[in-house]
């Protein structure tokens, strides 16, 4: 899979900043400057239409295109993600896929994407090599994390972590990944009431000074973190993460669609707050992960992946 470059056309590089030439420069059908040379911008332009000024070691000054050179930080980190996407294409080493967001939890409507997030696996000597793996794949509305990312993000009781493990709409389901669920109970604890709840009075106090800059409110992500605290409270009685909105799914829209006062919003978020406090009181779920376990885990998929 070929990583495309993002180019961002109002993104002026500043002088200082060092470069490479991305191929020879000719004049008078003469190279003057050889593919790979190092120089610094010595005079940025006003837009990205016009020439760049770059100091080269020897002295020389030479106007270029901005397509023309990379910025040498880019550069150098591309060489190493090319070279691992080059090699290997990773979404074949993707062990678990599901469906999540608006789709799983009964609240889609004909123009919602599709989100796909997983897992994947990569082969042990991509770890052991120069290159490494990184932490996530991402292509449109897909992503997948690499395992041992994803087990550690569910160790914090991470949202959309969980929501991953719990989701009904699961499309792909390799045996490894069948072992890590039916063992997902071992993330669900009480650490989800703090990522639960600060996630959620952080995004308020965000919606609350968007409404003030501008005099809009942003419905849909007021009822995402709605559903999100109901979630919280579900599981912290249950031990089941709560994906499907399920008896609660009209009233949620209905703030999707902007059709509750942003005051009644408000007082329904701060009841749930409270039975959010109530449901940790009495909840029976470990206050902890079981990090042994999910190590273990960790240590036998990747053994998995060493062939002689």
């Given at each position: 899979?070929?990583?495309?470059?993002?180019?961002?056309?109002?993104?002026?590089?500043?002088?200082?900043?060092?470069?490479?030439?991305?191929?020879?420069?000719?004049?008078?059908?003469?190279?003057?400057?050889?593919?790979?040379?190092?120089?610094?911008?010595?005079?940025?332009?006003?837009?990205?239409t016009?020439?760049?000024?770059?100091?080269?070691?020897?002295?020389?000054?030479?106007?270029?295109?901005?397509?023309?050179?990379?910025?040498q930080?880019?550069?150098?980190?591309?060489g190493?993600?090319?070279?691992?996407?080059?090699?290997?294409?990773?979404?074949?080493?993707?062990?678990?896929?599901?469906?999540?967001?608006?789709?799983?939890?009964?609240?889609?409507?004909?123009?919602?994407?599709?989100?796909?997030?997983?897992?994947?696996?990569?082969?042990?000597?991509?770890?052991?090599?120069?290159?490494?793996?990184?932490?996530?794949?991402?292509?449109?509305?897909?992503?997948?994390?690499?395992?041992?990312?994803?087990?550690?993000?569910?160790?914090?009781?991470?949202?959309?972590?969980?929501?991953?493990?719990?989701?009904?709409?699961?499309?792909?389901?390799?045996?490894?990944?069948?072992?890590?669920?039916?063992?997902?109970?071992?993330?669900?604890?009480?650490?989800?009431?703090?990522?639960?709840?600060?996630?959620?009075?952080?995004?308020?106090?965000?919606?609350?000074?968007?409404?003030e800059?501008?005099?809009?409110?942003?419905?849909?992500?007021?009822?995402?973190?709605?559903r999100?605290?109901?979630?919280?409270i579900?599981t912290?009685?249950?031990?089941?993460?709560?994906?499907?909105?399920?008896?609660?799914?009209?009233?949620?829209?209905?703030?999707?669609?902007?059709?509750m006062?942003?005051?009644?919003?408000?007082?329904?978020?701060?009841?749930?707050?409270?039975?959010?406090?109530?449901?940790?009181?009495?909840?029976?779920?470990?206050?902890?992960?079981?990090y042994?376990?999910?190590?273990a885990?960790?240590?036998?998929?990747?053994?998995?992946?060493?062939?002689?």
């Amino acid at each position: 899979m070929e990583k495309e470059q993002i180019i961002q056309p109002n993104l002026i590089i500043p002088v200082g900043t060092a470069i490479v030439v991305l191929a020879d420069v000719i004049k008078s059908n003469e190279i003057i400057l050889h593919e790979g040379s190092v120089g610094v911008i010595s005079q940025s332009p006003p837009d990205n239409t016009h020439r760049y000024h770059a100091r080269f070691p020897d002295g020389t000054v030479l106007a270029l295109k901005r397509q023309e050179f990379a910025v040498q930080k880019h550069y150098r980190r591309e060489g190493l993600e090319r070279h691992v996407l080059g090699e290997h294409d990773l979404y074949d080493s993707v062990m678990y896929r599901c469906i999540v967001g608006s789709h799983a939890y009964g609240l889609s409507h004909e123009n919602s994407d599709i989100d796909r997030r997983g897992i994947y696996l990569a082969p042990a000597e991509m770890h052991w090599s120069l290159y490494g793996v990184p932490e996530q794949l991402e292509q449109g509305e897909e992503c997948y994390w690499e395992l041992q990312k994803f087990l550690v993000l569910a160790l914090k009781a991470n949202p959309n972590i969980l929501e991953c493990l719990y989701t009904p709409l699961v499309e792909h389901v390799s045996p490894l990944a069948q072992e890590l669920l039916a063992m997902r109970h071992i993330f669900v604890t009480k650490l989800l009431y703090q990522t639960y709840n600060g996630y959620v009075l952080a995004q308020f106090k965000k919606l609350n000074k968007h409404l003030e800059n501008h005099g809009t409110i942003r419905w849909k992500h007021a009822m995402h973190l709605i559903r999100l605290l109901l979630a919280g409270i579900a599981t912290l009685q249950t031990g089941d993460v709560m994906v499907d909105a399920g008896e609660y799914r009209e009233k949620l829209l209905t703030i999707g669609r902007g059709e509750m006062a942003w005051e009644d919003i408000n007082q329904w978020r701060l009841q749930l707050h409270r039975e959010f406090d109530a449901a940790y009181q009495v909840s029976q779920l470990p206050d902890r992960p079981d990090y042994e376990a999910a190590n273990a885990y960790l240590i036998r998929a990747r053994k998995s992946q060493v062939h002689d």
